[in-house]
């Protein structure tokens, strides 16, 4: 669903102001210019089935009397000519080429820049004439996926009027000086990289999503990503807690968005570490999900690492006891390099939990205690999921009162080790954050 699909299916209950797309929360914010048209929308959609993009869609009035807007306009429907992009679920690289093959067949795209303070965000600024060229692309590609399943657009008008390109490259482009850096024809970086170990086919995100901006295509002629890759898979990491955090923690949270190889502290920045993982792009998925979220009172830090690898040196005793380096590269908790990779959901931190691979008999009770004595916040509602008669395993869902705490009880209890009577073989409890919002 995208921001044309809500403005066309809502249009009839009055003049719409504003739209801001919630892509993970699969839900949005709609603006009428007055109250009445709002009532009419709710209204409607308690009596009869409102449908948007041939989907069933639900109505409530929101707590906000406004949407906030991301410039200071007081008239932000009159938009601006360059548009601001914030890439959700990069699983794949976002270059000035993916970009332009998106942007450019709605309207003639001028310049393009990219960068990675915040997760990936690109600006794209459309001709001088053309307000309604880039008001036009907002309202066909917000809330879309550029890959199915992932790289979801999230657009804004942005504050600047126009761009400064010094060069045209990946991470930059002016198409009205096609000579600042010479370079073959204006073509996607597709298909997707076959030399990626996450690399997830479109069969099996075909569920996920139905109108991808991009399609997936076989491993094959991979050969076109060569040299077309992310600075580093070396992520830094700052914010850490001195005394709750160690490198199997960070592992913890970071092997969610991809294969975690190793983990130095850094002894001269105390509360920073380095994460190497399996490559760039978990790096940038990484970058996305976990930077600014907070861990045991502390906002993290989370960037793509100038360094290309994390060397051994300088070892020493964290606070906890436990070394200031480790290799995770042999582990078989790292979740991306099995046959069943392409089952990985990668999902913002969220207040639901979704553990399996834990003992059949565990109990609430038991879980409960668990969090007790490792102090960690105790998950307010439980759920268990029906398991297969075959099953050797249980799964389900933990609801915490905060995106916080759920955080925490996972850097903390994910790969936690359950033994239980009559079994040799410890359980190895797994929890990452599911895609549902409450229980």
């Given at each position: ?102 942007c450019n067949p709605v309207s ?70 096609p000579f600042l850096l010479q ?31 991009l399609v997936s295509k076989s ?221």
């Amino acid at each position: 669903v995208v921001e044309a699909d809500l403005v066309e299916a809502l249009d009839k209950f009055g003049n719409i102001c504003y739209v801001m797309m919630m892509p993970f929360k699969r839900q949005a914010l709609v603006e009428f210019d007055s109250v009445e048209s709002a009532e009419r929308c709710v209204s409607c959609g308690t009596r009869e089935a409102v449908y948007v993009a041939e989907q069933q869609a639900f109505f409530n009035f929101s707590t906000s009397q406004r949407i906030t807007r991301p410039t200071n306009a007081d008239d932000p429907s009159s938009g601006n000519k360059v548009l601001l992009l914030s890439i959700q679920n990069p699983l794949y690289p976002i270059t000035t080429d993916v970009l332009y093959t998106v942007c450019n067949p709605v309207s003639n795209v001028l310049r393009i820049v990219i960068f990675k303070r915040n997760g990936i965000q690109a600006m794209v600024e459309y001709p001088d004439s053309s307000v309604e060229d880039a008001q036009k692309a907002k309202l066909a590609l917000n809330g879309a996926d550029i890959y199915a399943g992932c790289c979801t657009l999230k657009i804004e008008y942005a504050r600047p009027n126009r761009l400064n390109v010094v060069r045209n490259d990946n991470s930059s482009w002016d198409y009205s000086k096609p000579f600042l850096l010479q370079r073959g024809p204006h073509c996607p970086l597709l298909p997707l990289p076959g030399n990626s170990r996450y690399r997830r086919s479109s069969e099996e995100v075909q569920d996920v999503i139905s109108y991808p901006l991009l399609v997936s295509k076989s491993a094959s002629s991979s050969s076109s990503f060569l040299g077309h890759t992310s600075s580093s898979s070396v992520a830094m990491v700052s914010g850490l807690h001195p005394n709750k955090m160690n490198c199997s923690r960070i592992f913890n949270l970071f092997c969610l968005y991809g294969n975690v190889e190793k983990v130095k502290f850094m002894k001269s920045v105390p509360g920073t570490a380095l994460v190497e993982m399996g490559d760039e792009y978990a790096v940038d998925r990484a970058v996305t999900h976990l930077n600014s979220i907070k861990v045991f009172g502390k906002k993290l830090n989370v960037c793509v690492s100038k360094q290309q690898a994390v060397i051994l040196s300088q070892v020493f005793e964290l606070v906890d006891g436990s070394s200031s380096y480790q290799d995770f590269s042999l582990t078989r908790n790292n979740r991306f390099s099995s046959a069943h990779s392409g089952r990985n959901i990668i999902q913002p931190p969220a207040t639901v939990l979704h553990f399996y691979n834990a003992p059949p008999t565990l109990s609430q009770h038991q879980l409960h205690k668990l969090c007790t004595e490792h102090n960690v916040p105790v998950f307010t509602k439980f759920k268990v999921f029906d398991a297969k008669p075959s099953s050797k395993t249980l799964s389900g869902l933990l609801e915490f009162d905060s995106k916080t705490e759920a955080v925490e009880a996972l850097t903390v209890l994910n790969h936690h080790q359950i033994r239980i009577p009559n079994s040799s073989n410890p359980f190895t409890l797994k929890l990452c954050f599911s895609t549902s919002s409450h229980l």
